[in-house]
């Protein structure tokens, strides 16, 4: 059964979690040198998060993009631990849908911060992209 847009409702909370591993290190993606769970990938997690939440609340073709981000990242987590992500969407006007992120690590919050994504249909939203390439 497909559940109608009308039913996306700020209150849907998503949680996702992942390992540290080298591969989603400071090191390996370029934004520092340490070897603890990356910026970059915190992002990811959160947009991942958010993104899934929503996505059974979606007509069939659509999806969500991100648009902003504004997130702190608050502390070190080494390879080999969990990190695990929530979000709550906490506004939807129109297409734009707000979140409240936060990450944790089993021993303290290492993330937190605000995520927008928009609802676009899946299709046109390639099609535009593509048309910006240039051989």
Same mark, same amino acid.
């Given at each position: 059964m497909v559940v109608k847009m009308a039913?996306?409702?700020p209150g849907i909370i998503g949680e996702q979690r992942v390992l540290v591993t080298e591969d989603n290190t400071a090191g390996a993606h370029g934004s520092?040198?340490?070897p603890v769970f990356s910026t970059p990938a915190l992002v990811a997690l959160m947009e991942k998060t958010a993104r899934l939440s929503v996505q059974p609340f979606l007509e069939p073709g659509q999806t969500t993009v991100g648009?902003? #981000?504004d997130i702190r990242h608050l502390a070190a987590t080494p390879v080999g631990t969990t990190?695990? %992500?929530?979000?709550e969407l906490t506004a939807v006007e129109g297409k734009k849908l707000v979140f409240k992120v936060e990450a944790w690590d089993? #021993?303290?919050?290492v993330g937190a911060g605000t995520h927008?994504?928009?609802i676009v249909w899946e %299709?046109?939203?390639v099609r535009k992209a593509a048309a910006k390439?240039?051989?």
């Open positions: 039913e996306l409702q520092g040198a340490v648009t902003r #981000v990190v695990t %992500a929530r979000s089993g #021993v303290e919050t927008e994504r928009y %299709a046109s939203f390439k240039r051989d």
